[in-house]
Nanobody
Framework: QVQLVESGGGLVQPGGSLRLSCTVS????????MGWYRQAPGKVRELVST???????TYVDSVKGRFTITRDNAKNTVYLQMNSLRPNDTAVYYC?????????WGQGTQVTVSS
């Protein structure tokens, strides 16, 4: 059974930075495109960024130039570096497969951007 453990969230002021981590167990991490998702209060979960096994990345327009996704296959971990954070980045952030989000969701990590 695949387990996803997200961490690194917190309360940050607008313009601040956070680095999220997601450690994956129970599967061969190296073969999967990974993704970061977020769900803001009252909104549907959206795909924010993906990274393939060849380290090709994608980003939703609203985070381009501010967020960077990376992966460390030796640690079975995917990261999301978030800079220049805005209040509308406030959400619970989750990781999952980047193509179909077919694994059971982890607990997520709360990111709150507020002054």
């Amino acid at each position: 059974q695949v387990q996803l453990v997200e961490s690194g969230g917190g309360l940050v002021q607008p313009g601040g930075s956070l680095r999220l981590s997601c450690t994956v167990s129970g599967t061969m991490f190296t073969i999967w495109t990974m993704g970061w998702y977020r769900q803001a209060p009252g909104k549907v979960r959206e795909l924010v960024s993906t990274i393939t096994t060849y380290y090709s990345t994608t980003y939703v327009d609203s985070v381009k130039g501010r967020f960077t996704i990376t992966r460390d296959n030796a640690k079975n971990t995917v990261y999301l570096q978030m800079n220049s954070l805005r209040p509308n980045d406030t959400a619970v952030y989750y990781c999952n497969r980047g193509t179909s989000a077919s694994w059971s969701w982890g607990q997520g990590t709360q990111v709150t951007v507020s002054s």
